[in-house]
């Protein structure tokens, strides 16, 4: 996970031009870009107009996929009783496929080239995160078994997503002097990290101590931010790009709210065309968009954007 600890990174008010200034320039010059290969100095966490990419958005397509691979096999698992199992796993799958988005979307709002190298890792993560979806179903099924936890092909996936956002660090390591340290703790740390969730994966253990592992790896997960800033200089995150990612995926989760209200309503729509409305289908569709809209007014009622400008410390909290 990207480490937001300290502001954005101001820039010199004496003139000078700043890694951040030097790489928004060259970023900036989108019709002149010839793609060539540019150095990951940092972006520049004030300038204006920043928003959601067309890469990041096609980047978030895959997550809607695991998400709704998710959400189904909750579903059928709630179907067949087994509630608490299907929470269980939906609980652990949402965590997985969460931790890879958080991660690459704080590195992206630093240190987003577009070139051609920048562009390529990103494939490669959701080429990680196709794989991390297919792994679903067998942990799912095991999960609901109850005798372990098949995450192999989970693990495989999330390995590929690794080996992209380590390049990516690597990159913004040899590109910024400024930002070397964080860079170069947060592709150790993820890599350390990285080894433990490959140990799970090879190892068979039972239900509740795998369980105990993933609680105390994943808890190391979400300590990287911690472990890797200590006292080196923040990143240039953009507090209003940020925001903006945000809410992109929480379009991408309400967005699973439509598409269950659908299909639940199918249920409850009698006759061989499933046509025939009745009270429950309309109480069902009129329950589940009525609650999805509820929930997009809720959480779009908070400028998030300006309260990460105001209070940026409070960007891990946010994360």
């Not at 609901?144 to 690794?162: C, F, N, T």
């Amino acid at each position: 996970m990207h480490s937001p600890f300290a502001a954005p990174s101001p820039s010199l008010d004496n003139g000078a031009v700043t890694e951040s200034d030097s790489v928004a320039d060259e970023v900036g010059a989108s019709s002149l870009r010839s793609h060539r290969l540019l150095p990951l100095r940092g972006r520049d966490p004030s300038e204006g107009g920043r928003g959601s990419s067309s890469l990041e958005l096609l980047f978030d397509l895959t997550f809607v996929i695991a998400v709704g691979v998710a959400a189904e096999h909750m579903t059928d698992m709630v179907a067949a009783g087994h509630i608490g199992q299907a929470i269980l796993a939906f609980i652990f799958a949402m965590f997985a496929i969460l931790v890879g988005w958080i991660n690459f979307c704080w590195f992206a709002s630093a240190f987003d080239t577009d070139d051609w190298g920048y562009r390529i890792w990103t494939m490669v993560q959701m080429f990680g995160v196709v794989v991390l979806a297919l792994g679903l179903p067998a942990a799912f099924h095991t999960i609901e078994v109850g005798d372990h936890v098949d995450v192999r092909m989970m693990v495989a996936g999330y390995v590929v997503m690794r080996v992209g956002m380590i390049a990516l660090w690597l990159r913004a390591a040899r590109g910024s002097s400024t930002h070397r340290r964080v860079a170069l703790r947060n592709a150790v740390w993820i890599l350390i990290v990285q080894s433990a969730w490959v140990a799970i994966a090879l190892v068979d253990l039972s239900l509740v101590p795998t369980f105990i592992l993933i609680a105390v790896f994943g808890a190391l997960e979400l300590a990287i931010p911690v472990l890797t800033q200590g006292r080196a200089d923040g990143t240039p995150w953009h507090p209003h790009h940020i925001a903006d990612r945000y809410s992109a995926f929480a379009i991408i989760a309400l967005g699973e709210g439509v598409v269950g209200a659908v299909a639940s309503s199918r249920g409850a729509l009698g006759g061989a065309t499933g046509s025939d409305w009745n009270l429950n289908a309309a109480v069902v569709v009129v329950a589940g968009i009525g609650l999805t809209f509820a929930m997009w007014w809720t959480y779009f009622t908070a400028p998030f954007g300006e309260l990460l400008r105001l209070r940026p410390r409070r960007g891990y909290l946010f994360g």
